[in-house]
Structures are given as structure tokens and as C-alpha cells.
């Protein structure tokens, strides 16, 4: 079995090769990255045969093709903007795709690919990382025994560092997009924009998190949830987190230089170099990253990033009013993102995933095998069930 992490170098693809090498049933995992140098040294720290690289830019077709053709399965860990020419390259080389997500409005693009890939009798499984991912799977569970849903909420929650330090826990143009960019709430039968860091939220993690202050962010299980479970009737579909995972003084540092522009993707000439302020800006908070040392220690995790996710559904169950409370909590909160992913591309080379298309992950991933496989890596899920007193 054959397996490659496109991105694997990166923040999180890292971690997805990590739990591939060490499953048994896989032969061969290829980090495909454009920075071999990394790559290498992602490597050398797992010390597996099973591990090579091979350089390739996720822009240039041809080469992307020739390099996935004979896989069984990719993990996309690029940035969600390469999700769609990814995918036109796996649809020619006839290989099984999973990525981490798509932030909301790529996600809904990736869909329109459903017939394609039904043709080519191969799967796409869209937003299988740990948020979305996780709360996709944690909502499958509740509304395949609820009779109606009326709500599903989500809270991501992180141990936020002390003080105001700026720390990225993964792709920072992601966490400027979710910053930036209008977040998408489902209400009442309409998907609506509001303003970023809105609708803010004191909610309660299980410890050692404890109370965070959450806030609506962009994020793409409310763009699959709401169609999904349509029939069942959802009126409202939501996703909040802390932050993401900076401090609340931290990310007014961070918020400050977004606001005087530098997020933004207009080129401006510089002494007649002409040059987007994202970019810049980017490239000076890439060292507010872990090592790639901190970022591969096993079991303990030295940033202390700890995380529940957790997902609400609320709905009738036998003509009685209850919530469904689903939270999956990690003492190393970077885990479950490349986890998720690997766990899916093992899934599909298996074949244990055999509709062919284009799928959001709660409609393919069976949720008490997945939460089973988290918890063999100390990613351990509960849940809880309220019921409102007559």
C-alpha cells in the first residue's frame, strides 16, 4: 500500500506521515513537498524505510500527475488553495483524495467534482482534518439517532498560551483568511456572512482547558452539515473557536497588522519592487512556528496545546427535546490534523470506502470505528445526552 502526503513536510502533513509509517498494513509513504531539504529532515527524526521524498511543485500539472500515478491515496496538506487543482490531477492519475479542508467556499467548489469522480470510480473525501473532520463525524453520530435536528453547534477549544505570545499551531494563510474573511452561519434555511470574531461566546472545555471565550471563524462543516441533514431538518449550524489557539492579546498583535493592510493581496510597489502585503507578512510570522523537532515529539507535545473539540446537536429523539454533546479531547491538539487524514487515506487504499465521488467526511466516515482509531493514539471522545424534563 502506497500513500503520499502531498504538503508533508508541512505543519501538519508531518503528522499524518508520522501515523502512516507506523501502520503496519502501509508499504510506502512519499513526503511530496517543494522544500526536499524539510522533507529530509522529517525523515531522518522518523528513522522508517517505509519514508522517501520526492520533490514536486503542486502548480506543475504534468509532473503532480506523474508523481501520484501508481499511489493508492494522497493526503492533501497543502494550503486549502491548491484543493482543487489537486484534485484535477488525482482524477487523471486515478488515485483516492482526502484534505483537510477547504474553508468554506473551496469546499463547495470541490463538490461540483462529485459526478466527475463517480465516473472515474474514485473517492474524494473533502474536510477530514481535525476541525473540520472531527465535528463532521461527532455530528454523524448524533443525527443518525435523532429523529429531527434542529442545531448543530460547534466549539473548537485550545489551551491558549500565557501572556501575549504569538503562536501558529498550523498554515498561517489559513489563520489570516479566518481571521479576514466573513465567517458563514446556517440559519433558519439560508447560509449567511457575518463579521469576523463575532458572536463571542464563554464556553465551557473539559480540563484542563476550562472556560474560553469563542468566536464565529469561517470554516466548511457549516458548509456541508445543513445539505447533509437537510431531510432532518436543521434550522441552525455553526463553528466558534478561541482564537485559533493565539492568546486574546496575541491576536490583537496579530489582528493590528491585518487591519493596517498587511493581509492584504492588492501588490503595492516598494522603491519599484512590486509586491503583495500578504506575502510580507507571511513570510515575517513564519518563524512564530514550532520547530520541526517540538512539532515531532512523541507523546508529550512542549507547546502544551491542548484541545477539545466538540460538537452540539440538538434535535427530538422519540418525540422528546435533547442535545447530543460529542467531545473529543487531545493532550497534543496539533495530533488530530494530521491524524484524521491519514486514518482516511488508510481507509481508502484499504477499500473500507467504496462510494465513488466527492463526499463531505460525515457522509463516508463510520464514526465509532474513526473515534476507536483516535483513541488507540490518546485522542479519546465522549459523549453526553440531555434530555429536557417534560
Known amino acids: 500500500m502506497k500513500i503520499v502526503v502531498l504538503g508533508g513536510a508541512g505543519l501538519m502533513g508531518r503528522i499524518a506521515v508520522r501515523d502512516l509509517a507506523l501502520n503496519p498494513e502501509v508499504d510506502q509513504v512519499v513526503i511530496a513537498d517543494l522544500d526536499v531539504n524539510l522533507a529530509q529532515q522529517v525523515v531522518a527524526i522518523l528513522g522508517s524505510s517505509k519514508v522517501c521524498v520526492q520533490p514536486v511543485n503542486a502548480t506543475d500539472r504534468a509532473s503532480l500527475v506523474s508523481l501520484l500515478r501508481g499511489a493508492d491515496s494522497v493526503v492533501n496538506a497543502t494550503v ?9 490531477a488525482c482524477l487523471e492519475a486515478g488515485v483516492h483524495y482526502v484534505d483537510l479542508g477547504g474553508l468554506f467556499h473551496t469546499t463547495r467548489k470541490q463538490l461540483e467534482l462529485h459526478d466527475r469522480f463517480r465516473a472515474a470510480g474514485i473517492t474524494a473525501v473533502l474536510g477530514m482534518g481535525s476541525a473540520p473532520g472531527v465535528p463532521n463525524v461527532q455530528a454523524r453520530y448524533a443525527a443518525e439517532r435523532l429523529d429531527t435536528v434542529q442545531s448543530i453547534r460547534i466549539f473548537d477549544g485550545i489551551k491558549p498560551p500565557s501572556g501575549d505570545d504569538v503562536f501558529f499551531g498550523y498554515a498561517i494563510p489559513t489563520i489570516i483568511d479566518e481571521l479576514t474573511m466573513p465567517p458563514m452561519v446556517y440559519r433558519n434555511g439560508d447560509f449567511v456572512a457575518c463579521e469576523p470574531l463575532s458572536e463571542a461566546e464563554e ?5 484542563p482547558i476550562g472556560l474560553l471565550k469563542t468566536h464565529l471563524s469561517l470554516h466548511s462543516e457549516v458548509a456541508t452539515l445543513p445539505v447533509t441533514y437537510a431531510d432532518k431538518g436543521v434550522q441552525e449550524c455553526f463553528f466558534k473557536i478561541n482564537y485559533w489557539g493565539l492568546s486574546e492579546e496575541g491576536l490583537r498583535k496579530i489582528k493590528l497588522f491585518a487591519d493596517m493592510g498587511f493581509a492584504s493581496t492588492e501588490p503595492v510597489e516598494v ?10 507578512f507571511v513570510k515575517l510570522m513564519s518563524p512564530y512556528t514550532p520547530s520541526l523537532d517540538a512539532f515531532m ?3 508529550d507535545d512542549p507547546t502544551d496545546w491542548k484541545k477539545e473539540i466538540v460538537t452540539e446537536v440538538r434535535g427530538i429523539q422519540d418525540g422528546q427535546e435533547v442535545t447530543y454533546r460529542l467531545g473529543t479531547l487531545t493532550a497534543v491538539g496539533s495530533r488530530p ?4 487524514p491519514a486514518i482516511t487515506a488508510h481507509w481508502l487504499a484499504a477499500g473500507r470506502i467504496s462510494q465513488a465521488g466527492v463526499f463531505p467526511s460525515e457522509a463516508v466516515i463510520e464514526p465509532e470505528p474513526f473515534f ?7 485522542i479519546h471522545t465522549q459523549v453526553s445526552l440531555v434530555r429536557s424534563l417534560a
Not at 486549502?80 to 484535477?88: A, I, P, T
Not at 464556553?203 to 480540563?207: A, D, G, N, T
Not at 522603491?271 to 510580507?280: A, E, F, M, W, Y
Open 372 to 378: 476507536a482509531e483516535l483513541a488507540q493514539r490518546d
Open 203 to 207: 464556553y465551557w472545555f473539559q480540563p
Open 271 to 280: 522603491k519599484g519592487v512590486s509586491l503583495k502585503p500578504r506575502d510580507l
Open 80 to 88: 486549502y488553495y491548491f484543493n482543487l487543482s489537486v484534485m484535477e
Open 337 to 340: 490534523t494530521g491524524v484524521a
Open 297 to 299: 515529539a512523541e507523546p
